[in-house]
């Protein structure tokens, strides 16, 4: 028996929200969010000529800062731009698939600041490192860059790609025996980076679904990992698993019940990136395709790596929220959409229980041959506590302010509870077909199940 856990509220229009980013809401966040917090909107995972990206690493802020992002982390492939390289402009011409592409360059940053040379008979150019171009595109309290990398790690075939936030030197990728062990290798050699640099350095697990290099039980017994991506726009619709592969989210969900229920670990928090490597004129590139919105009382590096370091923020492909609040002493979860003109929205509280059916099963193809892929579980893994269906306000009410809203009264027989909201609208920008815009609020009630 169960009491009704959501309370529901609809008042008038939207006007209010359109168009602008919402900031929290003072009445309903924590006692310990300093009054001046808001949403910061940043991209966590993009390329640029540095690795293998399309274009240069100033345009690619430039792009990202005209698109309305608070903060942007370059994460080229084990670089964080602080070598001398220069670039053939036929690799940029190709890569960009535009023959003006040093002109575009040139004339949105001036024929002082592009650097040209001819060696061996070909045209180069001189790609400026951080230092250099981070002050050029940043605007203090409205858009930053966070210095970062993606280590890129190979397991025999399988790729294990972590992005670390926040680097003075680059980490180079450690290798190990198996995807777990070089797992932590990587991340214990990004902590004695963060010793050494005295700052906060978040790292990141990428796209587990990318050539199904990440199965859920590699992050499990794994107490330095914290976040994981759940949607990447570079995977298309590998996000959603296949046959053989659990997806990202079901990856998500597999980890946190084992971690908290077998090894007593603190869950993954969620995040979500474009991973674009093209950024003008081709479909389904650029930005949009996934982000991050950051709860912090500053836009400064510590101030947001913080913040998720607490899990204020959530992971969107299109949703903003203008509250997510856990109140401890009544176990309660608030949910609150800043939602768009017509738009429908479902909300549901997604977790496992603490009491939950164990038994799993290994992944075999074809020919019987175990593969590495996630194990399958039973359905009370990452099973739905609650769902608030067919929210929806309309335009052209009176003024005033507008919310769709859940909350889930935890029970305390879960290991976690984390909230998905999705509307009936499409995605920002689409990562394959039919993908609608949603929302990943993090794992809350969870704390008393951690003992490492
Ligand atoms: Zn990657
Ligand atoms: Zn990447």
């Not at 350095?201 to 990428?206: G, P």
Request: charged letters at 25%.
């Amino acid at each position: 028996m169960r009491r009704f856990p959501f309370a529901l509220v609809f008042a008038a229009s939207i006007t209010a929200w359109l168009g602008s980013v919402p900031t929290a809401s003072a009445q309903s966040a924590p006692a310990t969010q300093p009054q001046a917090a808001r949403w910061y909107k940043g991209a966590i995972h993009d390329h640029s000529f540095w690795s293998d990206g399309h274009d240069f690493p100033e345009m690619v802020a430039l792009h990202y800062r005209d698109k309305g992002f608070n903060f942007l982390c370059l994460t080229d492939h084990d670089v964080i731009a602080d070598a001398d390289r220069w670039f053939d402009v036929d690799e940029a011409v190709k890569r960009a698939e535009a023959d003006d592409v040093l002109d575009v360059y040139t004339k949105q940053w001036g024929a002082d600041w592009v650097e040209t040379r001819e060696k061996d008979g070909k045209k180069q150019v001189r790609l400026k490192k951080f230092p250099e171009f981070a002050p050029r595109v940043e605007k203090p309290g409205e858009f930053i860059l966070i210095r970062s990398e993606e280590i890129t790690d190979k397991i025999d075939k399988l790729p294990l790609h972590m992005n670390a936030y926040n680097l003075r030197h680059a980490v180079k990728p450690q290798h190990g025996d198996t995807t777990h062990d070089a797992l932590r290798r990587n991340l214990r050699a990004v902590a004695e980076e963060e010793q050494a640099s005295g700052g906060p350095i978040v790292v990141q697990i990428n796209h587990p679904s990318f050539r199904w290099g990440v199965a859920a039980e590699d992050l499990v017994d794994v107490p330095e990992a914290a976040f994981v991506e759940v949607a990447n726009g570079g995977v298309g619709k590998a996000v959603l698993g296949d046959e053989l592969h659990a997806g990202d989210e079901r990856v998500w969900d597999i980890a946190n019940t084992l971690r908290l229920a077998e090894h007593g670990e603190r869950p993954l928090y969620g995040t979500a990136s474009d991973d674009s490597h093209a950024y003008y004129g081709k479909p389904q590139t650029g930005s949009l395709h996934g982000w991050i919105m950051v709860r912090a009382a500053m836009l400064e590096p510590t101030a947001l790596l913080t913040a998720m370091q607490a899990g204020d923020f959530y992971a969107s492909t299109g949703i903003m929220l203008s509250d997510v609040h856990y109140a401890p002493a009544t176990g309660e979860y608030t949910v609150v959409v800043a939602p768009a003109a017509d738009a429908e929205y479902t909300i549901e509280f997604v977790g496992t229980p603490v009491k939950f059916d164990h038994h799993s099963e290994a992944v075999k193809d074809k020919d019987g041959q175990e593969v590495h892929a996630t194990r399958r579980y039973s359905a009370d893994v990452g099973k739905v506590f609650e769902t608030v269906k067919g929210m929806r306000v309309t335009n052209g009410h009176a003024s005033g302010e507008s919310t769709v809203r859940a909350t889930y009264k935890l029970t305390g027989d879960e290991l976690y509870v984390r909230a998905r909201v999705t509307s009936n609208q499409p995605a920002a920008n689409p990562a394959y077909k039919d993908q609608l815009q949603q929302a990943w609020t993090q794992p809350v009630g969870w704390e008393k199940h951690v003992r490492r």
